[in-house]
């Protein structure tokens, strides 16, 4: 059974580009968060999608967007980048009607914004 | 103030103790309550999570909420150089939401 995998593992841009990061959940997982976890710092929500829909959102600018698609997989944008978006980002899956509340992650995409 | 305070360590114990780690949050409304481990450029694993408050036990890992006081504790016996990692707490509000995490504690287990 395969865990929640991403991609790319490693990226760098530079200010100013765009990013897409994608995300695969967990075997019958329906719903994908976004995190983002700059260094020596504990992960910062940022969106979560369910049924295609972004469900809940942190305090992220509207550079950052997202989507899932229909097999519940889904992909993290982020426009005119700025050296501050350096970091990892982490991508989690649950399964939003069961009763424990248990996110798993990802391996993360490290991003350098040069 | 944030919502959830940990302290960044870094703690190091020889091989064999007690750790204890710590969380304090200001949100009352937080239900529920996790811990993960994560190893360096890795992401985080899953090791304890806890409904409202009490005890939890798993293995050499154990899990206590107390709500009343808005701290939580992640217990390891019997440390291992393999428990060296960051250990993040986490909480959320209402079922499938956001996480909030702590800072993390960076833990090294000496042989």
């Known amino acids: 059974d395969a865990g929640v995998t991403q991609s790319p593992t490693h990226l760098i841009k530079t200010r100013g580009q765009q990013v897409t990061l994608r995300c695969s959940p967990k075997?019958?997982?329906?719903?994908v968060s976004w995190y983002q976890q700059a260094l020596g710092q504990g992960p910062q929500f940022i969106f979560q999608?369910?049924?295609?829909?972004?469900?809940q959102r942190g305090n992220f600018p509207d550079r950052f967007s997202g989507h899932q698609f229909p097999n519940y997989s889904s992909e993290l944008n982020v426009n005119a980048l700025l050296l501050g978006d350096s970091a990892l980002y982490l991508c989690?899956?649950?399964?939003?009607?069961?009763?424990?509340?248990?996110?798993?992650f990802g391996p993360g995409t490290r991003l350098t914004v040069l | 103030q944030k919502e959830v305070e940990q302290d960044p360590g870094p703690l190091s114990v020889p091989e064999g103790a007690i750790v204890s780690l710590n969380c304090t949050y200001s949100?009352?409304?937080?239900?529920?309550f996790m811990w993960y481990r994560q190893y360096s450029r890795k992401g985080p694993e899953l090791l304890m999570y806890?409904?409202?408050?009490g005890n939890k036990e798993d293995g050499r890992f154990t899990a206590q909420v107390d709500k009343s006081s808005k701290y939580i504790s992640l217990f390891i016996r019997d440390s291992q150089p393999s428990d060296s990692a960051t250990y993040l707490c986490a909480m959320s509000h209402n079922q499938g939401g956001k996480l909030i995490f702590g800072q993390g504690t960076e833990l090294s287990v000496k042989p």
């Open positions: 949100n009352s409304a937080f239900q529920y």
């Open positions: 989690a899956s649950s399964f939003l009607k069961l009763l424990t509340d248990t996110q798993y």
């Open positions: 806890t409904y409202s408050s």
């Open positions: 999608y369910y049924e295609e829909e972004e469900r």
């Open positions: 075997s019958g997982h329906d719903t």
